[in-house]
């Protein structure tokens, strides 16, 4: 099992650019969970799929972020456009009910807006 | 779901064993204790969860109090591979399946 997959691990773009991060799951993971980490805020959940399902996307920063899950191997998070701010560490994890509730991270994505 | 508190920061030797102390005094009784650490520039990692009882697996132990009130994590030798944040979270089993995190335990190693 390869884990949670995520890409690209690094992006430094210019502001007012699109960003898109991708996730691929867990096979069989029925979860799919968007974090963000930054020193000054910690780790945020930003949105969570169930069954592809957008569940509760409550932590979403604004509008400029929006989050996909076209099928149950791919998801994407989307910044448009970006700012400075939106410099962070993104995670991406996943979680099936037969993994014994813990849930499995991505190695993560550093973005860097300029 | 429930506020935890852990201490900031703490030390311990390596090759002792780590206790990692959480208070989560309104714990409800559908809530679970939960576990993680990140190790610098990773993902979270799980660890362990327990509801009441106290459990154990190839990582670390959990110590629940009997009024669910706090809880003790235990690395039973510590390396330097230990050395990380780690997370206590509490989450209902059922209907909410968010994990919060909170500013957790940075935990040294010392050699």
């Known amino acids: 099992d390869a884990g949670v997959i995520q890409s690209p691990r690094h992006e430094v773009t210019e502001m007012g650019q699109e960003v898109t991060l991708r996730c691929k799951p867990i096979?069989?993971?029925?979860?799919l969970f968007w974090y963000r980490q930054t020193m000054m805020r910690g780790l945020e959940l930003l949105i969570y799929?169930?069954?592809?399902?957008?569940?509760?996307d409550s932590g979403m920063p604004e509008d400029r972020f929006s989050a996909k899950m076209p099928n149950a191997s791919f998801s994407t998070l989307k910044i448009q456009p970006s700012e400075p701010r939106d410099s962070a560490v993104y995670f991406c994890?996943?979680?099936?009910?037969?993994?014994?509730?813990?849930?499995?991270f991505g190695s993560g994505t550093r973005l860097t807006v300029v | 779901d429930a506020k935890t508190t852990q201490p900031p920061s703490m030390d311990c030797a390596e090759g002792r064993a780590a206790n990692l102390p959480c208070n989560h005094s309104t714990i409800s009784g559908n809530e679970y204790v939960y576990w993680y650490r990140q190790i610098h520039s990773q993902g979270p990692q799980y660890i362990i969860h327990?509801?009441?009882n106290n459990e154990t697996n190839e990582m670390a132990s959990l110590i629940i109090t009997e009024d669910r009130k706090s809880s003790t994590l235990i690395l039973p030798h510590a390396t330097l591979r230990d050395t990380a944040v780690y997370y206590c979270?509490?989450?209902?089993?059922?209907?909410?399946?968010?994990?919060?995190f909170g500013t957790g335990t940075r935990l040294t190693i010392i050699p």
């Open positions: 799929f169930n069954n592809n399902v957008p569940i509760d």
């Open positions: 994890a996943s979680n099936g009910r037969a993994s014994g509730y813990g849930y499995t």
């Open positions: 979270i509490v989450r209902a089993v059922f209907g909410n399946e968010k994990l919060t």
């Open positions: 096979s069989g993971h029925d979860y």
């Open positions: 327990g509801l009441k």
